[in-house]
């Protein structure tokens, strides 16, 4: 059986986004078009789900398109990847051939350029796998750093376990510093290597970081595999090492089609907010909060009744929010979602939380 | 002798009636226009038109912004419609509420 095509457009312009979203909807494979503004969150779309090609702009804010395409070349080697980009410096173009893309496009400006281009991709959707070495798959945090290091690298890693949030400093291949919950240096570099699923992004390097690690990479990353074998070796699990990387409160709104991300934001503003699919659950969470309290307000003001939802469309993607005794459960839809299907949508996720 | 005094049933004078109609709001949660009867106070049109804008502004400070938003309560719905930084609003009541 044919697996359905799927594209994920990445780029920072989001009326651009909407503008391919609608060309690529025309080509004769049909393909299903997600879209991202950010690096980080086509990471996390492609954790979550299967596709067949990535068309990612190069110039971005944070993190740019080399530097994602240089990620997902590690982490999904399988996935077809193209370059889509305005400016063609042909320095940029073999960088982007040497991480390992399929295709580099320049982005089209008339009709003819449109036709190129989509046959371009139309092509690359149909090309079959072939067999042979294309990247390497499932990276443990101890190659990554290590090939970091290996690279001599001046980066910030930034990594997410669950609600746990660490940072790595690498200055010229060397492990400077490290960062997790309230611990620093050495400590929180041991902490964060204990964590043994999340995602990781790769930040802007800090220059003037404090040096709070003296040992080498080598030496650490020793000292944390020996500690990692003690404790595999007593069956034990890092307290703040979660089951899964998704919640099992909100696994089966992650399965439900249609649904991007889904955050649930305690009363109690103090307890991190449950969340899948998104890197800033935070503020979701925050905003989720405010707004839902905003309107009870206004309910309770008015008597108009008990607050039921709150369903908004967005230019990138549509939300909802349901309350619930302990909290609000803020949802992310897929933008391509029809209105007239958004509420059944919403009803269907949220019908699935399991608190 | 002590008297007995009739309990009165309470009159549904207090009952609110819910407003159906739209407003529009510009960038400054001012009222610019509406098809509201006077009968409901002014001030909570201008209470929904804060929240509403409220609800615009920090949606957008957390990286979703918005285009259009419904709040369904028990008995009646506001929607609302981002209009160039202001807004426009619609009220229903529950029977028209889906």
Redesign the interface.
Known sequence: MALLNKILLLDDD?DLLVLYQEMLGHLPSKPEIRTA?SGARAITLLESEPFSLLLCDLQMPRMDGLQVLTIVRRKFPQLRTAVMTAGVDEQVRSRAYAIGIDLFLEKPNNRNEIRLFLECVESLLGKKEQAGFRGIQSKSLVDLIQLECLSQSTSTLKITNGTSVGQIWLNEGEIIDAEAQDEVGEQAFKRIMSWKTGNFEILPPDLDHTVRIKTSYQGLLLDSAQAMDEASSFGSVAADQPASSVPAALEPISRTQGVDFAVFATSDVKTPPLHWGTE?PI??A??AR??AQ??Q???T?????????????????H?GIVPRPDGQLLIGLQRSLPRSEM?ECLKNASAKWQP | MATITPKRKPTVNNLRVLPSGSFSVDTNGSLVSTTIGQAFPRQHLQNIATAVLQTFRSAEEVALPLTEFSVVYGAFKITARELKGGAIVFLSTAEKVK
């Open positions: 989001s503004t800033n503020p979701l925050d905003w405010a707004t905003r309107f307000a206004i309910g003001n008015l008597e108009l009744g008990e607050l039921r939802s709150f369903e908004a469309m967005g230019l990138q993607q939300v509420k």
